[in-house]
């Protein structure tokens, strides 16, 4: 590249650079305490006339070149001493009134835009000579509308007044009211003075009545106060006496009810203590009594089980054992397979050697009876009589009766004393040897007897000769 191309295109890039910056310049931003006024070329109005300022409170503004320019107007409040002399008032009496008034660029929209049309370019001292003018004006207006003693005594008022009046003027060439001060208002004639003298003897005479108006009623008071205190007394004493008396009633009265509610208490207490004691042991006896129920009913359960089921229960369990067995082996690693497949094969084959043992001698039981597994059968249970009449006699065995009473008058039924048939009775309330076999669905053998059929009573007959 040429050196006259770089040239040129650095000369280029300053002047672009120079421009944006100078564009950014225009770029103008307003501070909080001042009011920035844009005038030139703004525009036109609603009503098509040409605008002649713009105010912009806060933000900021592109100011075009050539075509507009900008300036400010201070928001600082601006402090002007008033002293007004010789104000005529309503009564043709002239007072002075002193005064300080605040005021400042107002920042509302109409009255801002009054403010760049007439304060803009003016210096502090020409804005404060042309608010001290209005104000002057002002007060003396409102003056002669009042009274003295209304300026005097109502200053809410008078106050109200002059900022109505003073900041309506005020608004015309864009200011606002802050503050008024009024201090002391005088007059040349001394009608004031006279007036705050007449209002302090007034004052002091109506302290000077109020006192002695006030002694008299303390002494009224304390002679009446010390009356109430003697019958007041008197009553307090006499109620004090009358409830001492009745709280004495009151004590005696609940001391007997209480006597007569802690007898009742203990009467009820006793009661259900003795109450409750029958019923515990009314429901010992009916849970012995079920209990001895179940452990019967346990027992012969036990006894049908273990003769009835007992090879098909072992059997059972011996097939669950070595299916858990099975299992539990094909859980195992395959090195151990081998070994735990041998040992429940040793196990099976044992078992399956006892059962072989106990069906040879089941075989023998049956030859032996000559091959009638009916008397194979017989020979099964006569050994085990012994131990099912041991199970039915143990079932009443252990029933507790603390004490029997029987009357026995000697005489009975049948040539039976009453005795002799509460044994047989109670004996009778076993239950029978051939139901215990029917409870387990067989019958029993021929060889042990057969329930004798009851026969009709036969009546006896007597022939007379």
């Known amino acids: 590249m040429q050196p006259q191309v770089i040239i040129l295109i650095s000369v280029v890039f300053l ?6 910056a100078w564009v950014c310049s225009r770029y103008k931003k307003c501070p909080s305490d001042k009011i920035m006024v844009i005038y030139g070329s703004i525009g036109k109005n609603k009503d098509g006339t040409n605008r002649s300022a713009k105010c912009i409170h806060g933000g900021a503004e592109f ?12 928001l600082t409040p601006i402090s002007i001493q008033v002293d007004l002399k010789n104000a005529l008032s309503r009564q043709n009496i002239r007072i002075d009134v002193p005064s300080r008034f605040t005021v400042g660029i107002s920042t509302e929209p109409g009255v801002m835009q009054n403010a760049a049309e007439r304060l803009l370019g003016l210096q502090l001292n020409e804005i404060q000579e042309l608010s001290k003018d209005i104000i002057f004006g002002q007060l003396r ?33 864009g200011l606002r009211l802050i503050n008024v001060n009024v201090t002391d208002i005088s007059d040349e004639s001394g009608y004031i003075t006279a007036l705050g003298r007449e209002a302090a003897a007034k004052a002091i005479n109506d302290a000077k009545k109020s006192v002695a108006e006030q002694e008299r009623y303390g002494s009224i008071g304390e002679a009446n106060a010390q009356m109430e205190q003697r019958i007041k007394v008197a009553e307090a004493d006499s109620i004090a006496i009358q409830g001492e008396n009745e709280s004495k009633m009151k004590i005696a009265m609940s001391e007997a009810a209480l006597k007569e509610k802690e007898a009742e208490a203990l009467k009820i207490a006793t009661t259900a203590e003795k109450i409750q004691a029958a019923k515990a042991l009314e429901e010992s006896y ?15 359960a036990t006894l049908e089980a273990d003769i009835i089921v007992k090879a098909e229960a072992r059997k059972r369990e011996i097939e669950l054992e070595a299916e858990a067995k099975a299992e539990e082996m ?4 395959k090195g151990e397979a081998d070994a735990i497949y041998a040992k429940m094969e040793a196990e099976a084959r044992g078992v399956e050697e006892i059962l072989r043992k106990q069906a040879a001698g089941f075989a023998e039981i049956v030859k032996s009876a000559g091959g009638n597994p009916d008397a194979a059968l017989k020979l099964l249970i006569a050994d085990k009589l012994e131990e099912l009449m041991k ?28 005795t002799a048939n509460f044994i047989s ?5 076993v239950p029978p040897l051939d139901e215990v076999f029917a409870m387990s669905g067989m019958s029993l053998p021929s060889i042990l007897g057969s329930k004798a059929e009851q026969s009709e009573p036969v009546a006896e007959t007597t022939s007379e000769e």
Do not use: C, H
């Not at 094909?330 to 690693?333: E, S």
């Not at 009775?425 to 309330?429: H, T």
């Open 15 to 20: 002047v672009l650079v120079s421009f944006i």
């Open 63 to 74: 100011v075009v070149p050539v075509f507009q320019s900008y300036a400010y107007l201070d």
């Open 141 to 173: 207006l409102i003056i002669a509308t009042m009274d003295i003693e209304e300026i005097n005594t109502d200053r809410d008022k008078f106050l109200a007044a002059v900022s109505n009046n003073v900041e309506t003027e005020l608004k015309k060439i």
């Open 286 to 300: 009916a849970a012995e009594q079920a209990a001895e129920e179940a452990r019967r009913s346990k027992e012969q």
């Open 330 to 333: 094909r859980r195992l690693a």
């Open 391 to 418: 199970v039915q006699v143990d079932a009443i065995k252990n029933i507790k009766i603390d004490k029997v009473t029987v009357w026995d008058s000697g005489e009975g039924k049948d040539g039976k004393t009453s």
């Open 425 to 429: 009775g109670m004996m009778k309330s």
